[in-house]
């Protein structure tokens, strides 16, 4: 049977995907309260964990939303991008393997039609153009030979697949110790970065995003870091990212840079500073909107000068930009807007 990808940015937003495990109500609440003040004119279907139902009906109340519970011990992410593919049809295709991420049974609890294709992805690492679907090159690698026809056979048979992943090399995560106001405290670089990855960021939602036609932003830390007056960081993996604009531009897209600046987030009491990216890439299209994340308030107040020159781009590029707030929290847990929210149907 010939199936096809719901397009990632092409028609409007009908319906959305939230998931609320207890552990992100309690920690994560202002970003979803954010997201869901400012969110796309959709309609909502959010699953959550029976002990956290109460609290989240309360944040929908006067909306119009299918609230499912699921079992406490039910194994949920609040990235809800990950845990499956959709089809043009409203099937959803799920990996045969999730890895470490805890997004099992999102899809069977939706009561949707769902079948199980034989290979290793997650949804941020699959962008789905108008004719072409972008995969990062670490589901291929994990799902072995094969990975591209399997794709086309159980996945999308219609669209070009390109495997987008970095010719220059990865470093691992890594830690090292320095002095911070006179203490010795702990660094961490290349936060989450695994042996054997291909990719700058593990996902490619993190740092290239769909406009539409052949068109996509690539995330660039020098511009950032231009903007925020400094000059770049050694580790901002700035040859990667230019590399993979590279690639794109090679197989005929048009490619725009964007700042994409390389921060940190502070644990004082660890004595322990990670380096981690405030991804305005990982934004939410429909129509001509943009959902665009905001960095730049209380302890970054900086970064309003990246989120303004990303407003700006997106506005060039003939898009309405609608801010959600407070979205440092998630991005230091390496997600954002378009890892926080799954588009089930797009007109």
Known sequence: MERTLLPGSSGSIERLLLVCPAFAVRDFSLSFLNFIARRPPAQLTV?????????????????????????????LSMWAQDAFL?????????????????DQVIADILGLPTVTAPLQFQGGNVLAGDDFVLVGADCARKSGAGFCD????????RREIHVLGSRVPIPLQSERTGILDGVKWREIRYYKSLKGTEQPIFHLDLFVTLLGGRRLLVGDPALAATLLGHDPYPHALQEAFDDTAEQLRDLGFEVTRNPLPLVYMDEPEERLRTW???????????????????????GWATLAATDEANSQIWTELGFNVVYIDGCRALAENLGGIHCLAKCLERS
């Not at 305005?280 to 429909?286: F, T």
């Open 47 to 75: 699953v959550v964990h029976e002990s956290a139902a109460a609290t989240v009906r309360s944040w929908l109340a006067g909306l119009e939303a299918t609230i499912i519970e699921a079992p406490d011990d039910a194994s």
């Open 86 to 102: 959709v089809t043009e049809s409203g099937l959803l295709v799920k990996p045969e393997t999730y890895g470490d991420v805890q």
């Open 150 to 157: 399997a794709f086309r056979r159980h996945i999308d048979s």
């Open 276 to 298: 981690y990216f405030a991804s305005s890439n990982n934004a939410l299209v429909s129509g001509k909107t943009v959902w665009l994340p905001k960095f730049g308030y209380a």
